[in-house]
């Protein structure tokens, strides 16, 4: 007999949940999926998400699938103990319970995308931790939604997540950070190993001219961040500022830039003479 899975549960749902509580639990880890550069293990998790969402968000295949559970209810039986173990997670992390939290995580319990979705609405750090403590690996959309709740007064989120063994950051949050006007996020992501590229800062600088004026001074940070960490800024970038421009302020600041680190990447360049190879 074909093993039966309790789909419900893998939505982080009780069975028999209503049409738009699966919907919410499936745009809810779709904003938590991983990025492409995840490990297998996390696509296959998320490809499971999938699966689930794909039967019981079609009318015929839901009542198909609950036409089979109710002919052989105890091929659930484990996937219901698992189930409320879930719910429970979800009730004491989104109420901070901690010890409650604790247990549960060293009982081998994962939080459903709904329950870490609570955590970081809500902000609480804490929990997150104790999640990244059990094995949990925040995906690149965990990263992003952490990013979003941040402000330069408030890292403790976005600490806990970066810090977790494992992270995968690729360059959509680099990308994220130069669009929100975060030069300090853009140099930590730089100071972790992502490469600042001449497509970020021609977006940097098309923010700057182009957004709210009185954001101006937040994307000429990121873009000094940007050529600090080693891009260079291209030419029609710079022809575009100096048509943008009233005056050549920013066009002057990115020739230089582009100067400066021509001059550092040549240097870091070794010599094809020093090895007795002739151009």
Known sequence: MTELKNFYRVLGLNYGA????????????QALQPGADADLEELREFEKVRLAYRVLGDDAMRGAYEDAVSREPSA????????NDLQKLHNAATNERMDEVRALVAKGVNPAARTVKNVLDLDLPS????????????AQGVVIAAMNMSSAN????????????????DERVL???????????????????????????DRAVRHYFEDNPALRDNFERVITA??????????????????????????????EARKTNIKREAAHKPSRLRFGIRP
């Open 76 to 83: 659930l039986k484990n996937d219901f103990t698992q189930m």
């Open 175 to 201: 990308y994220h950070a130069v669009d929100r006007g975060r030069s300090d996020l853009v140099r930590i992501f730089i100071d972790k190993g992502l490469r600042a590229t001449p497509e970020m800062v």
């Open 127 to 138: 929990v997150m931790r104790i999640f990244i403590e059990g094995g949990f690996r925040p």
């Open 154 to 169: 408030n890292m403790r989120m976005l600490n806990e997540v970066l810090h977790a063994p494992g992270v995968i950051l």
């Open 226 to 255: 940007l050529t600090d960490g080693g891009a260079i800024p291209a030419r029609a970038t710079i022809r575009y500022a100096k048509r943008e421009g009233y005056t050549n302020f920013m066009a002057d600041m990115l020739s």
């Open 18 to 29: 209503a049409p738009e509580a699966i919907e919410n639990a499936w745009q809810m880890a």
